[in-house]
């Protein structure tokens, strides 16, 4: 099954190369008691009056399929294939995706997208279709979770509960954890609003990387009585993350979140988060599930079998082309998302670079340092200066706002709008609203001066650079060079060093990063954008998901200013303080530029004659003209 490459959208074909139809789903046997059903034996999706998935496989694929050997049987992790036969599969490359031709169009088929009419009485608007619901959020204390929470509140005000899947962390119960969460200045305006709103947050306790997802089999059955939504939002975004965690996470969670799913007596939409990046091995992306490099099952079965010292050597080969675990890990889970979710109305979501909110709940809200946030910080601090980069590709970057607002959209319109089909929507602004790395900088870079940091320790500047011997270059001479010499007057003064430690984290990000800022993909997101147009025009303005009214400059000015309140806890107040200091910076880094340029031009003419001798003519012809001025 692993070979063949499945087309799940619902507008026109993506003419690239390695697609085809779909795979085939098998209906599960269906039982007759609510009881059994509760108890995870029947599934309220698997009737059989119901259609399964009209996922037909092409010839070739069917074919490619059966050839791979791999038939699943109940075992462990779901794979009929043992430890050992995985892994001889794997280590001989059989499991690898191989390129198959595209099926011809199929003529007279129309897209199932209708653009609102103002006149269709059959109208669900989004809020409305929330009414009375309950929902389920995985991920929902992570950066996009909070923000879906909030959202879902504040606009669909008849939302019945919003039950959160939180871990005990810390020896933190999760109603303090919850307690916490609904503090943040993120939910300010619900409690001094609508208070009343967050008492319909409800946590869940369990833990993604647990069988049954750590839930206690009575909050299972509340879960399966009164859910009718599903977000899964949890997972590891760690580039570096150890494989068997981000199996453990991004597939395995994946995997016991439908388990639950499928027994979900009301279920109308099941939304996943992956990562427009899970295709990073290909340029052109569609909205589509593309075969993954190995079968599912059998990477489940080399994590539960092999040693974490052994995977850990395994890794890179296991990885490909693809530059980390998590992209990796997030390919799989699509393609065992498709197997595993029979007829369970599914959607997927594919965002691309997510970065600050561009409107909601207010402008520039961020919580962590992932992504570009930790290197413009870095920016801003004047610890950061040059990084590998090609400055004319795209930088593919979307608000959190934007994500959450087509998530929400999304499930309306999976709920709504029933198809045998597994829609994916890629998010992203590269097609309609393209920024490159160079703009990007340009506007960091001029946000940076013109709302500075407190405590900056230099002028702001950088270079994006494709010479690598002249960007380590750079790196030693404006990074480390500078830190050691800082840490080093720290120790004499009795402080604790720290600015090395803080350049040895940068250079790890900068690592993470420079794979997706020295390449270029394209994005499909015809699906999006069909959906936009579904979307009544009140909606399109409380669920704004729509990149082309993004303006990049207004958005990294507010960006900046955001990362300044929320994560260095600096208020608007010290501003003008902060911006003397950073005269004062910007007139020591000319100082310093200059007497940089005039001791380097010493050492060279000490150590050359002819360059002094040139120099010392140089200075007697400009006197000898500057003797003739008066007379001119």
Request: glycine share 6%; hydrophobic share 40%; net charge positive.
């Amino acid at each position: 099954m692993s070979h063949a490459v499945v087309k799940k959208t619902e507008t026109d074909t993506c003419n690239s190369s390695g697609s085809i139809g779909s795979l085939k789903q098998s209906p599960h046997p269906a039982q007759s008691h609510d009881a059994k059903l509760l108890n995870g034996s029947l599934t309220s999706h698997q009737q059989p009056q119901q259609q399964p998935r009209t996922n037909g496989l092409t010839h070739a694929a069917a074919s490619t399929a059966a050839s791979s050997g791999y038939v699943s049987v109940p075992g462990s992790g779901g794979s009929g294939i043992s430890p050992a036969a995985a892994m001889a599969g794997i280590l001989s490359g059989a499991g690898a995706s191989t390129a198959l031709p595209l099926p011809p169009n199929s003529n007279g088929l129309q897209s199932p997208y209708e653009r609102y009419r103002a006149d269709d009485s059959s109208y669900v608007p989004v809020g409305q279709f929330f009414a009375g619901r309950s929902v389920f959020i995985t991920g929902g204390t992570g950066f996009m979770g909070k923000v879906l929470v909030e959202k879902l509140l504040r606009s669909c005000p008849d939302i019945r509960n919003i039950y959160l899947l939180i871990r005990p962390k810390r020896g933190q119960e999760v109603s303090a954890r919850l307690t916490e969460l609904l503090n943040a200045p993120l939910f300010e305006s619900l409690r001094r609003e609508k208070p009343k709103e967050l008492s319909k947050v409800i946590p869940i306790s369990g833990d993604i990387t647990s069988e049954e997802l750590g839930i206690s089999e009575k909050d299972q059955n509340l879960l399966c009585r009164n859910v009718s939504v599903v977000f899964h939002s949890a997972a590891t975004v760690k580039f570096d993350e150890k494989l068997k965690l981000s199996v453990t996470i991004n597939m395995l969670g994946t995997k016991r979140l439908v388990e639950l799913c499928h027994r979900m007596l009301s279920l109308d939409a099941l939304i996943h988060v992956s990562t427009a990046y899970c295709n990073c091995d290909r340029t052109d992306v569609c909205e589509e599930i593309y075969a993954p490099p190995y079968n599912p099952d059998d990477i489940i079965s080399l994590i539960n079998w092999l040693p974490e010292d052994i995977l850990d050597q395994l890794t890179p080969r296991l990885i490909g082309k693809r530059p980390n675990t998590y992209t990796f890990t997030k390919a799989l889970a699509e393609h065992m998302l498709l197997k595993e979710a029979g007829n369970l109305p599914v959607a997927i979501v594919r965002p691309s670079i997510v970065t600050a909110s561009l409107n909601e709940p207010f402008a520039g809200w961020v919580d962590n340092f992932n992504g570009p946030t930790g290197l413009v910080s870095a920016l801003a601090k004047g610890m950061f200066r040059t990084m590998m980069c090609e400055k004319n590709y795209v930088a593919d970057m979307v608000p959190v706002d934007i994500v959450i607002n087509l998530m929400i959209a999304a499930a309306w319109r999976t709920a709504t709008h029933k198809s045998n089909n597994l829609l994916i929507y890629n998010c992203c602004t590269g097609q309609r609203n393209p920024l490159i790395w160079s703009e990007f900088v340009k506007y960091a870079m001029c946000s940076v001066r013109k709302h500075p940091l407190e405590g900056c320790l230099w002028y702001p500047t950088g270079e994006l650079r494709m010479n690598r011997p002249m960007n380590t270059l750079n790196c030693i001479v404006k990074h480390f060079l500078p830190a050691y010499i800082v840490d080093g007057v720290a120790r004499l003064m009795g402080k604790k060093p720290f600015v090395v430690n803080v350049q040895n984290k940068i250079a790890k990000a900068v690592e993470c990063l420079e794979y997706f800022a020295t390449r270029q993909w394209r994005f499909k997101d015809d699906n999006v954008h069909a959906l936009l147009h579904t979307l009544s025009p009140k909606d399109r303005e409380i669920f704004v998901f729509d990149v082309r009214h993004i303006h990049w400059d207004k958005y990294v000015e507010r960006y900046v200013l955001g990362f300044r309140e929320f994560l260095f806890k600096q208020r608007p107040e010290s501003l003008p303080d902060s911006r003397k200091r950073m005269v004062r910076l910007y007139y020591l880094h000319q100082l310093t530029k200059l007497v940089a340029v005039l001791l380097t031009w010493r050492f060279l003419m000490s150590r050359s004659k002819r360059l002094n001798d040139m120099w010392s003519g140089f200075l007697d012809n400009a006197l000898k003209m500057a003797r003739l001025i008066p007379f001119l």
